[in-house]
């Protein structure tokens, strides 16, 4: 790419940023704006997330997930650190605490292995030494994972952005992206922006966004939102550092799990509870239209039929404290109730097939656009695309690069 051209960048999360960032260093001539429909960056998954650097271990061998994770922890902890971003490489324990446990910790220390990764499978008495309170009756030791501060890292690429020329447009909602001459008129509700280039990284609405530009996207965004609970002050000496059950391979999240931030509070969480509205924080927060077209949605009709049980002992264990209590006392016996303080949720962006299924791995494509050229959408980017975001940004380039040829 040689001429001048303007890119527009849709939505100000971690993974438009780091988009937008890759290609303004790339293609210094050209000027990319980002736009973003609320009035700071990272509002939504980027600001409400568990900050957790993930090593990658859970992906499957060659998915994009698997090679940007783990790729992605190594490049985002060189970024926070040449930065100054606050992070910190933990090391996290998976903890079996039932023996049915034990065969899917053992597949999970051969993937490490498989990935690379410094992996060190511990016993009951060894776990302990790095969690005295853990009834663990074994662990897998992780030592790449970290803890960070996304909404410091979003902010320092949008300053990389914004120094080498990018523009940020905050409270402008994308309403569609049409067909224009060679490129793109992005229609949003401040007026038109035209464009050669759009890359829509837009989280809870990417499946809407590519809608409103013609795209079939073939999946439906289902918005999951994740609680946290916070450990009061005396109870947070209860756990030091990462602590995770092992996951349950029919289900892409990983468990509700024990965090340990910079400031030495611990978070446990978050859940997983079907949200009635796209940015549904709240079980207050109901959209009606939401709740009829995923009703009318064949997948996610398939998709409750096959994982009604789960999705209610969620909701449950959302609604009724004692459970999901129980659910941390099998990693920690001694966290009571009264250890727990609600703190703030966020909200998952999960693709679902048409068929019912959870989409397992990032989705990034191109629609079909005029002369051959679409844009490009990011349809599915759930964790740990935080991590990744540095290798997502890449890719991104790098097919903005080819497209342009
Ligand atoms: C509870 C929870 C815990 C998580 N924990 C981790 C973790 O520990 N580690 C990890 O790596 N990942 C984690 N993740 C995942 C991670 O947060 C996300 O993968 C990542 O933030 C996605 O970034 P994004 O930029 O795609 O989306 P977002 O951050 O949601 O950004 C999308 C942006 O698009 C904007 N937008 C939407 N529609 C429009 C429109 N029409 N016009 C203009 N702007 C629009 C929105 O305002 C928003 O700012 C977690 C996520 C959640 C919810």
């Not at 930065?83 to 998976?94: A, F, N, S, Y």
């Not at 039932?98 to 990764?117: C, F, I, K, N």
């Not at 490009?376 to 097919?399: C, D, F, K, W």
Request: hydrophobic share 40%.
């Amino acid at each position: 790419m040689t001429a001048t051209k303007t890119v527009v960048v849709v939505g100000g999360g971690i993974v438009g940023l780091a988009a937008a960032r890759q290609v303004q260093l790339t293609h210094p001539r050209h000027t990319v704006v980002v736009l973003d429909k609320e009035p700071q960056l990272a509002t939504h998954q980027t600001g409400h997330n568990s900050g957790v650097i993930h090593s990658g271990i859970y992906y499957r061998p060659g998915s994009l997930k698997a090679r940007f994770a783990i790729a992605g922890s190594r490049s985002i902890s060189a970024y926070a650190r040449d930065r100054g971003v606050p992070h910190e490489i933990t090391g996290k324990l998976i903890a079996a605490t039932r023996p049915d446990e034990l065969p899917g910790l053992e597949a999970l220390r051969r993937r490490g292995v498989e990935h690379g990764l410094e992996v060190r499978m511990l016993d009951a008495s060894e776990a302990r030494e790095f969690e005295p309170h853990l009834a663990a009756i074994a662990a897998l030791h992780v030592s790449s994972t970290g803890i960070i501060d996304y909404v410091a890292v979003t902010r320092s690429f949008a300053e990389d952005l914004l120094s080498a020329g990018g523009r940020i447009q905050h409270d402008t909602e994308v309403l569609s992206i049409e067909p224009q001459g060679n490129g793109h008129a992005v229609r949003t509700d401040k007026g038109d922006v035209s464009a050669d280039h759009v890359i829509a990284c837009a989280g809870l609405q990417s499946d809407r966004v590519a809608a409103a530009s013609g795209a079939e996207p073939g999946a439906r965004i289902v918005a999951f939102r994740g609680e946290y609970f916070e450990l009061t002050p005396e109870a947070s000496a209860l756990v030091q550092g990462l602590i995770y059950p092992v996951p349950d391979p029919d289900f892409p999240f990983l468990g509700v799990h024990l965090t340990r931030g910079f400031d030495g509070s611990v978070h446990a969480g978050p859940n997983a509870v079907l949200a009635l509205a796209r940015e549904g924080y709240r079980w207050s927060d109901v959209s009606l239209a939401e709740i009829v077209s995923l009703g009318r949605h064949r997948g996610f009709r398939r998709l409750a039929r096959r994982h009604a049980g789960q999705g209610l002992a969620e909701m449950r264990r959302s609604l009724w404290k004692p459970l999901f209590v129980r659910e941390l006392q099998r990693l920690v016996p001694e966290i009571q109730s009264r250890d727990l303080v609600r703190s703030p949720a966020g909200v998952r962006a999960q693709a679902l097939s048409d068929d019912g299924d959870l989409m397992d791995d990032f989705v990034i494509t191109e629609t079909d656009g005029p002369a051959g050229r679409g844009a490009l959408h990011v349809l599915n980017a759930p964790s740990p695309a935080a991590t990744s975001s540095l290798e997502i940004g890449a890719e991104i380039a790098r097919r903005l690069t080819l497209s342009d040829r």
